[in-house]
């Protein structure tokens, strides 16, 4: 069996639920050190980080992902153990295989490759690694950027591990993605006994035409790049759950997903437009889990596009489609980010699995990714 899945397999076997490590961290970390690499650890609250250097001048590659993964769920359903890595059939079975465990393994033992060949390669090679991605990554990816920022650090290119492939390995570059706008609102009726409409105010009635402007209003076009900018209601509240009551609120949440053609700043201001022009009583709380970036066509994006197709022979598409992923703190700070990792079909799933060869084949991606970057 490869180092790649030997170490993807002792990576699996440490339930790593978020926020919690549980030494997925130390494993990757001795292994860098026995390679030469300079580790500075950094923990913020319950949150385990790291930072691995190897090199010192010119432009410096960063190597990204996290070590947490979500709950593993209903462990009678699934076929295997989550936590005791399971080859079957050629799949790699176990929480955390293709999201992102198998990618982290690919990383290390790719770079461990490259540098037993360029001892004095040019350049910086680093590794950005947390376990605070699945959860709500207050005290992971971004306080690391943090420190790296009151350290003069810059990172130049970032490639994430993050299971960005769709059929076959390779076939998609994640080199963007949208924006993330999150709205609590309330709007206040009077409340009231069904039988007596006259005497209350029903706001489950007076939201409704708002909620049509919303649903119907163009945002914006998209681009090249990006679709256009959707708005998606995700939960409506209201009442008591009886049969006779007019609620005296209503609560609706939403989400923008929002492309780099529109701001944060011009979404609030174009609903509370909407919601103005029908009279309303409301308020909304704004949260922002991330602005939208984009690396375009340049140095990393063609490291990639190459290195996939000389090991796998084809021509990955770029997408910027799929959640947020912490590649939202490392673009702020002007980093050519990219997302390229493993098949991504069974993410987050019951039964989570990866094709064991991939990761082989991952990891001589990163390989070429590193040769064609650092020349």
Known sequence: MSQTIELAKSLISKASVTPDDNGCQTIMIDRLKKIGFTIKQLKFDDVDNFWAIHGNSGPLFAFAGHTDVVPAGDTNAWNTEPFEPTIKDGFLYGRGAADMKGGLASMVTATEQYIKKNPNHNGIIAFLITSDEEGVAINGTTKVMDYLKENNQKIDYCLLGEPSSSSVLGDVIKNGRRGSLNGVLKVKGKQGHIAYPQLAENPNHIITPALNDLCNQKWDSGNDYFPATSFQISNIHSGQRVTNIIPGEIEVMFNFRYSTETTK????????????????????????????????????????????????????ELSTSGGTSDGRFIAQEGTQVVELGPINATIHQINECVLAEDLDDLSEIYYQVLTNILV
């Open 265 to 316: 700043e011009e979404l609030q201001q174009t609903v509370n437009n909407i919601l103005d022009s029908h009279n309303l009583n409301y308020e909304i709380t704004w949260s922002h889990s991330g602005y939208p970036f984009l690396t375009p066509q340049g140095k990393l994006v063609s490291a990639c596009v190459d290195a996939i197709h000389a090991t796998k022979g084809i021509q990955p």
